[in-house]
């Protein structure tokens, strides 16, 4: 049984910075696609990073310079670090994980093709 349970969120001012991370236990997280969307109130569950089976990365224009995701294969977790955040930012944040071999810039739109996914964790930013 797959499972992904996120951690790090919280409440920071703007221009904070946060480490979100998220433990894969029951997949293997080495040569599949992993990521991270956010869904703010109202508002449709978007990408923000992903990183795909050939550990090539791509990053949604609002957060390109300020996020950066990372996968640690030996602990099975993933990671963003989130810095210079913005109120625009304040979002539940999920992990996903899946078995696609499309190209990482896909996934971060092809969210049905994520087979699992993480409770979420709350990140809120402080004007």
């Known amino acids: 049984q797959v499972q992904l349970v996120e951690s790090g969120g919280g409440s920071v001012q703007a221009g904070g910075s946060l480490r979100l991370s998220c433990a894969a236990s029951?997949?293997?997280?080495?040569?599949?696609?992993m990521g991270w969307f956010r869904q703010a109130p109202g508002k449709e569950r978007e990408g923000v990073a992903s990183?795909?089976?050939?550990?090539?990365?791509s990053y949604a224009d609002s957060v390109k310079g300020r996020f950066t995701i990372s996968l640690d294969h030996a602990k099975n977790t993933l990671y963003l670090q989130m810095n210079s955040l913005k109120p625009e930012d304040t979002a539940m944040y999920y992990c996903?994980?899946?078995?696609?071999?499309?190209?990482?810039?896909?996934?971060?739109?092809?969210?049905?093709?994520?087979?699992?996914w993480g409770q979420g964790t709350q990140v809120t930013v402080s004007s």
């Open positions: 029951g997949y293997t997280t080495s040569g599949y696609c």
């Open positions: 990183i795909d089976s050939e550990a090539i990365t």
């Open positions: 996903a994980a899946g078995y696609s071999r499309g190209q990482a810039w896909w996934l971060l739109i092809a969210i049905s093709t994520f087979s699992y």
